[in-house]
């Protein structure tokens, strides 16, 4: 048996000697397992739920009897945002940004339901997740356990008798490393089975795996500074100071100043000033309700060119399903430039969050870990792009409707009397516009593509930790 396993060894009858180790350990454990466990149900839960409820949306659109087709633009549909197997672990900023979305003509609406309402009755810190667990509360048992693995070396006068029988700094360090490996690899485990449970689901094994190891990198980051601190200093209280202090900064300080330099750096105009200046330019398209609005008099009077005819009554299409469609049309080019504006700079208030990866493992591992389960801005952007792409097309297919099945005389006297109201209705098989929506993360190598920068400050991090705790230990005096 090697020195470093000998000295892991007996690391660990330490900590098992001590009650309050245990009582820490033991406590960790059940919240994690219990933590992983109804997460898993509740986003297995929620899974099924959507789609269900997706499932109801559609047919509830399809069943709708013969009416008017403006009135089924109208009507509406929903779409629903189906969490990734991956949310398991990092629901991201799924429990913020809403799971649903109403679409419907002339507007785009944004996303409800978000889980985030909850949080003030949670206190605050909403939802207690595995990755939230991971990325908060798990690196201070590594303090806890990790600070005093050299200096109670020293405290029990045994560092120098060990120097002196021949086991050098290096190993020494190498065996406490080792133990403080092991328990990082214990205590991942439950991220080891939300990672199989995810690929069970369909996800892909590279980016669950991908995932585990960001969160295992994380916690080694941990267990390599707790060693570095305690071989650099001679006092528990110091060490445990200063990894407390360092705690802090780089997860409560640090990404509260990133927030506040992001949204100080990059700031967003006010949604009441956005609405202002959006409703100002769609009043300019005109109002695709009113066939005789001004704004559509070129458009009439190319359409009366083109079919060789002198009154709107005389074409073979629906004059007021045209407008219909060429409003809509004008309307989703603006509305689109107005979300594209706001999406670019949420995403460059994230990546100017992101760059404080660099002085904060927990950022980076943060970021890797949304990237990675799907659970990012990104792919919310992506949901809402194609929840509007969905929006537009049922929208214009009952427009075509409007102009194909559905006389334009029939359709201005659709308020005279019950006859009336009967002949300005369409068959309901025009309703199969609507076309199936089932949103899936982006595939397992672009998400990794996202992930690779933070990934890449969490192997640095740790080797930098590792390279500077050797060097330090190879120094070690009793």
Not at 145 to 168: D, F, K, M, N, Y
Request: hydrophobic share 45%; with cysteine; glycine share 8%.
């Amino acid at each position: 048996m090697s020195s470093a396993v000998r000295i892991a060894r007996e690391e660990w009858r330490q900590w098992l000697r001590s009650r309050l180790a245990v009582l820490s350990f033991a406590v960790f454990t059940i919240l994690l397992l219990v933590t992983t466990v109804l997460t898993t149900l509740d986003v297995q839960e929620a899974r099924h739920l959507r789609l269900h409820q997706q499932g109801q949306a559609e047919e509830a659109f399809y069943s709708q009897p013969d009416r008017h087709p403006h009135r089924m633009v109208h009507y509406g549909h929903y779409v629903f945002r189906t969490p990734p197997p991956l949310a398991m672990f990092e629901p991201g900023v799924d429990s913020v940004t809403g799971q649903s979305l109403f679409l419907e003509g002339h507007r785009q609406n944004s996303a409800m339901f978000a889980d985030a309402r909850a949080e003030p009755r949670a206190g605050g810190f909403g939802p207690l997740s595995p990755a939230k667990l991971y990325h908060l509360f798990l690196p201070l048992l590594i303090i806890a356990l990790g600070h005093g693995v050299i200096l109670r070396e020293r405290e029990a006068r045994t560092l120098g008798p060990l120097l002196s029988q021949g086991v050098t700094g290096a190993h020494l360090y190498r065996g406490k490393l080792l133990a403080l490996g092991a328990l990082v690899g214990f205590l991942s485990l439950p991220a080891l089975f939300s990672s199989i449970a995810a690929t069970a689901l369909g996800e892909s094994l590279i980016a669950s795996m991908m995932l585990y190891i960001a969160n295992v990198l994380y916690l080694g980051i941990w267990a390599a500074l707790a060693l570095s601190v305690s071989i650099a200093t001679r006092a528990r209280g110091v060490a445990l100071g200063i990894l407390s202090a360092v705690w802090v900064l780089t997860v409560l300080v640090v990404p509260r100043v990133g927030v506040t330099s992001a949204s100080a750096t990059l700031p967003t105009e006010g949604k009441i000033l956005t609405d202002m200046r959006m409703n100002d330019d769609l009043r300019k398209l005109g109002d695709g309700h009113n066939a005789s609005d001004p704004a559509f008099a070129q458009l009439r009077t190319d359409l009366l060119a083109q079919y060789n005819v002198n009154r709107v009554e005389d074409l073979p299409v629906n004059f007021r399903g045209i407008v219909a469609s060429k409003s809509e049309t004008d309307l989703t080019a603006t509305l689109n430039a107005y979300a594209e504006k706001r999406m670019k700079r949420e995403l460059a208030q994230a990546g100017h969050l992101a760059a404080y990866g660099l002085v904060s493992p927990y950022l980076a591992v943060g970021g890797a870990s949304r990237h990675l389960a799907g659970t990012d801005l990104e792919t919310h952007h992506r949901f809402l792009r194609e929840a509007e792409t969905a929006r537009y097309e049922f929208v214009q297919g009952l427009n075509k409707a409007h102009i194909e099945k559905l006389s334009y005389v029939d359709d201005m006297n659709r308020n005279n009397g019950e006859e009336g109201g009967r002949r300005a209705r369409i068959d309901a098989a025009n309703w199969q516009v609507l076309e199936e929506f089932r949103f899936t993360p982006d595939s397992a190598n672009e998400r990794i593509s996202r992930a690779t920068s933070k990934l890449t400050w969490l192997v640095l991090w740790f080797l930098v930790l590792v390279c500077f705790g050797l060097i330090s230990a190879r120094r070690l005096t009793p």
